[in-house]
Structures are given as C-alpha cells and as structure tokens.
C-alpha cells in the first residue's frame, strides 16, 4: 500500500487527522509552510502515536518541489488541508484567498495527474450551502452564493472537482463539508491556537478562559433561535478526523466518483449553551456581555448527517462535554 499525503498537516484538522491516519496504520507524508501552523505540532503527532512520518516544508504551489515529494514517495492518495481558512481575512485579501486555495489546489490536482494519483479528499465546509430555505443542510442541495471570497474558493474548487471527475472518470473524489469544528485531541499536545484575537467562537472562550482576553462579546441574542443566540453544528475535532478515515476507505472499497458528506453532529447548539457548558464542565468563569450582530451572521444552520451514516458507516460520538473539556485542556497545557 502507499503512503497518503497530508498537505497541511500541521495545521488544526491537518494535525489530528494524521494522528487518525497513524493510529490506524497507515504511513503517512506531510507537507506544510507553517503560514498558519508551528513546526512543533509535527513532534506532538510523533509524541502522541510514536510513529514516524516523512515531513516536507514547502508550499504546495511550489510545483516542482510538490513533484519531488511524489517522486520520492509512492502516494496511493492525498488529502488536501491545505489554505487559508478566515472568513473575515479573505474579504481584505482575495488575491490572497483565490491565489493560495484555488491556485494551490490546481498545482496539486494536476502533479496528481501527472503522477497517476487519483484519490483525493477535500476539506470543503458548510459556507457551500450560502443561504438557503431550511436551516438543515442536505448534500442534495444546490451550492449557494458564496457570502465571502473563502466561501467562493470552496465553492470553486467543488466545481473544479465535479468538472475533473466529468472529464476523466477514473478519479475517486471525496468532498467533505465540516460545520464547526472544535476540541483537541485529549492528550492536549495538539488543538487549535490561532496568532492574535480569534475570530472564531471556541478559540475566542479558551482565550477569555486563559485571561488572554477580557471578555466574550456573544454577537447579538435577537436571532430567531430558542435563546435569542446564533446556532450552529459545532462537532469534536477527533470525530471530524476519524471521518476522513472513513472517507479514504470509502473511495478505496467504491467505484469511481465524487462523493459529498456534510461532517457534522445534526444537532444545533446556541452561542449561549456552548459558553455556558464550558464554564460549567471546566469550572472556570469565562466572562461575556451581548454585543451587537455580526455582518453576515445566519440565525442556524446544522448538518443533516444522514448520508455520512448511511455510506461511511460514520457518526459523531464526542459529546458537548468532550469538547469543552478538550479545548480547555488543550489551552490551559499549551507551553509554546
Ligand atoms: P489551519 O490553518 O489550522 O491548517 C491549514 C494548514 O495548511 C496550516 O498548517 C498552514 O500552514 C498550511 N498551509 C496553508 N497554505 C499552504 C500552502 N500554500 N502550502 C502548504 N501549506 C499551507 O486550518 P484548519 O482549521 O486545519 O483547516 C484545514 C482545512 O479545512 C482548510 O482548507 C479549511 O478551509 C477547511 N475547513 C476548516 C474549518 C474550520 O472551522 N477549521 C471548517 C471548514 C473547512
Ligand atoms: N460568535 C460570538 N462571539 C465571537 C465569535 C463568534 O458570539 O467572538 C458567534 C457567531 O456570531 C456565530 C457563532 O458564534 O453565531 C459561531 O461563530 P464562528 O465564527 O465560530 O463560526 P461560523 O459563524 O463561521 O459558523
């Protein structure tokens, strides 16, 4: 069997699905250029599984570099983490967006082809849907309008993907659409601790938690949810990375395709309940005032996880607790 290569291995999901990988067996490459991730997650992973892997720092739009790393090893399928991931950021830097998640993936797709490998999985996510009628996400629906240059770089690189698969079917494509990922692996030795004030909910709580940060501002409580606050589809960042897993063997055991899963729980849960399971399982005050809406902002939005369980044989186990528990863990152990 050949090695699977993980770009952006060092990264958040990146990192705990290579922990997966290994544990489950399998050998492993990484590449990454540590633009948003530290060289020590690679000796955490090392630490938490005890196995080896071969890492190379490069950016993945380096193309001869990105060849060199498919001479050098057989790669059976690639797993595709790589890019940049904020919202707000690609709103101020398209360029930036399109060029490193667009530009990036072609590089990638088409050393692929050139070296025979035909087996990818696509960390897409949720912001493909847009807005739509139901709250509820099925894969079946329509990709939505893109509400910012990132959620137009998914959206793309989908289309990229079905388009690939249209003109040569010998691809096997996964495309896997996460909602909100949180928590850390258990150990603490990995997890996510993004540089300067996080944009995102759960890093934003463990650095308020940590006293990094005063306080939360909760973006508005006069949404149309059962508590007033915005709901989304948070589920256990180990979970997430046990279904990529799931995902790689699916395209192994499968016919040739692209295949779409939502990763998520199915259940929403409001900003106010995951602050306040937070302070309650971690015994920690985590302060916060209600602010004003964020731009943007949907009153819910959740996975409807069905066909993930029906194909994949894939579920979310981790609890609300776990997560909490874990991200706080992670934050309060971190040394770097
Ligand atoms: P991350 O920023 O922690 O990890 C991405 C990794 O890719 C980083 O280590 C970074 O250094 C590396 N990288 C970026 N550009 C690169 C390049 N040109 N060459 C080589 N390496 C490069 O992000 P993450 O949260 O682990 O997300 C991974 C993927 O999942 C991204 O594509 C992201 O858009 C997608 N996703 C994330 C979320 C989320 O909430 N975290 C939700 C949906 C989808
Ligand atoms: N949120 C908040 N305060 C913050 C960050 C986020 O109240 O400092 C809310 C935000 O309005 C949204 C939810 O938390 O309702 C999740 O936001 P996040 O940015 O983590 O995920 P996304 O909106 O992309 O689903």
């Given amino acids: ?29 990484i590449i990454d250029n540590f633009s948003n991730s530290k060289p020590i997650v690679l000796e955490n992973i090392k630490k938490i599984t005890n196995k080896d892997f071969k890492f190379y720092e490069l950016d993945y739009l380096d193309r001869e570099k990105l060849e060199k790393v498919f001479e050098e090893n057989k790669i059976e399928a690639v797993l595709n983490f790589a890019g940049f991931k904020a919202v707000g950021e690609s709103v101020t830097k398209p360029l930036e967006y399109y060029y490193n998640n667009v530009s990036g993936c072609l590089v990638l797709l088409d050393t692929m ?43 793309m690189i989908e289309q990229i993907l079905e388009d690939l698969y249209k003109a040569d079917n010998s691809w096997k494509i996964a495309i896997l659409r996460y909602f909100n990922p949180v928590g850390a692996h258990e150990s603490g030795l990995i997890g996510e601790n993004p540089k300067g004030i996080p944009n995102n909910l759960m890093p934003f709580i463990q650095k308020v938690a940590i006293k990094e940060l005063k306080e939360l501002t909760i973006f508005g409580d006069d949404y149309n949810t059962p508590d007033g606050t915005c709901r989304r589809d948070y589920l256990h960042v180990v979970d997430l990375s046990i279904g990529h897993i799931k995902a790689l063997e699916k395209l192994e055991s499968s016919e040739n395709g692209v295949y779409i899963y939502n990763l998520g729980t199915g259940t929403p849960i409001s900003v106010l309940e995951l602050v306040n399971t937070f302070i309650k399982v971690n015994n920690i005050d985590v302060p916060y005032k209600i602010g004003k809406r964020r731009d943007g902002d949907l ?11 029906e194909e994949l044989n894939w579920v979310a186990t981790k609890t609300l607790e776990d997560m909490c528990r874990d991200s706080w863990n992670y934050i309060a152990s971190k040394k770097d």
């Fill in 1 to 29: 069997m050949g090695k699977i290569l993980v770009t952006g291995g060092a990264g958040y999901i990146g990192s705990h699905t290579a922990v997966e990988l290994l544990n489950s067996g399998r050998e492993i490459v």
């Fill in 113 to 155: 082809k050139k070296y025979g490998v035909k087996k990818f999985v696509f960390s897409s996510s949720a912001t493909i849907y847009g807005i739509q009628k139901s709250t509820k996400y099925v894969e079946k629906m329509k990709r939505g309008i893109p509400t910012s240059p990132y959620a137009s770089t998914k959206i």
């Fill in 299 to 309: 009153d819910e939005f959740y996975a409807e996880p069905k066909k993930a369980k």
